[in-house]
């Protein structure tokens, strides 16, 4: 399936929406999602692979505290990214296990100047993300389960050039997916729909 990343970012909102996240971390998400797609990234199977994850979980559990560590035991790569992004940035982190770090990348680069040299390094334990103001690249492999996470600030990065996608190509496994999740903002409200997951995974109970 082929689509605009406009519409892919409405499908992937749905999807966030759908797996239980908030309206707030939902525009969050797709956000990420969709700049992650504007460089060439798999960004749709991230997606899966990230909300499979965390679905039926509270956001409390995935939510970095002060010391950026979950009470659930793994962070959620959005909710570390939109902590990032509300304090400006961030200085080298050492981040325990984290689902699809990648994620993480669209919010560091949302923090950055321009005009200035500057950026991020993330890293994995099988590849790398450098993040500037106005790209994004890895090399190395993809984790498809949370790893253990670094990320290091630069004055003088010299960020690598990425690809510019216009549209973005899903499997139809992957689109599948999405839709399922997406379905579940148009399930019934009933008590018994809320227990089974539908649109009540990951929640803020305060």
């Given at each position: 399936?082929?689509?605009?990343l406009d519409e892919f970012r409405a499908l992937v909102a ?193």
């Amino acid at each position: 399936m082929n689509l605009s990343l406009d519409e892919f970012r409405a499908l992937v909102a749905k999807a966030f929406r759908g797996a239980g996240y908030s309206w707030g971390l939902t525009e969050e998400g797709s956000f990420a999602a969709r700049r992650l797609a504007e460089f060439g990234l798999p960004s749709g199977d991230m997606v899966v692979r990230l909300l499979r994850q965390v679905d039926g979980s509270a956001v409390a559990d995935v939510m970095p505290d002060d010391a950026w560590v979950a009470a659930g035991g793994t962070l959620c790569p959005v909710c570390v990214g939109a902590s990032i992004s509300d304090l400006g940035g961030c200085a080298d982190l050492v981040l325990g296990a984290t689902i699809e770090p990648l994620f993480i990348a669209p919010f560091l680069a949302e923090t950055l100047d321009a005009a200035k040299p500057e950026g991020y390094e993330v890293t994995w334990l099988t590849g790398r993300c450098m993040v500037a103001a106005d790209s994004i690249s890895v090399t190395g492999e993809l984790p498809e389960a949370p790893v253990e996470v670094t990320i290091e600030r630069f004055t003088d990065l010299d960020a690598a050039e990425s690809q510019s996608a216009g549209r973005v190509e899903l499997s139809n496994e992957t689109m599948a997916a999405l839709e399922h999740l997406a379905h579940r903002v148009y399930a019934p409200a009933t008590e018994a729909s809320r227990l089974a997951g539908a649109g009540a995974g990951l929640r803020d109970d305060d």
